[in-house]
């Protein structure tokens, strides 16, 4: 059995990866069906007559906003990321558990790795969002370079 303050860390950085994928993924996909829906009426609209210019321009500023703001947020991208950390701590806890795979050795060294892998997966989603976030900054300074 791993030590209280591993086990108690490696649920809590599930739960907390887990609650953030979901919540990340409930944000991207509601943002995806407003563009959708607004990109739709849009079309739809632009052949009717009687719309008047001003709510159509409304329709596509409301439409250039969710773009706008699910691009900044990186909604999806954080989704992603956080679902494959959780995926990976729960995979990691699984094989402890059976003592399986890495794990299969004495408790005293299936402890130590499972804190090793566990903050070596932490390390990774870490140098991941790190990398994420400088592709974001950089595609931000070239897009503000290309405007002046």
Known sequence: MATVSTENRLSQ???WYDHRAVQSKRWHL??????MRLSIMLVWLIHVDCVSRFFLSTL?????IA??????????EKWRLYRLTA??????HHL????AGPYSSDAQTRDRLLAER??????GEAHKWEALTMQKAN????????AS
């Open 96 to 99: 402890y558990s059976v003592g």
């Open 30 to 35: 509601t943002v995806q069906h407003l563009s």
């Open 60 to 64: 596509a500023a409301l439409l250039a």
């Open 13 to 15: 950085r599930i739960e």
């Open 118 to 123: 566990m903050e070596q997966i932490l390390k």
């Open 67 to 76: 773009v706008g703001v699910e691009r900044i947020s990186g909604w999806g």
């Open 87 to 92: 995926e990976a701590l729960e995979s990691e």
């Open 139 to 146: 595609a931000a300074h070239d897009l503000s370079d290309h």
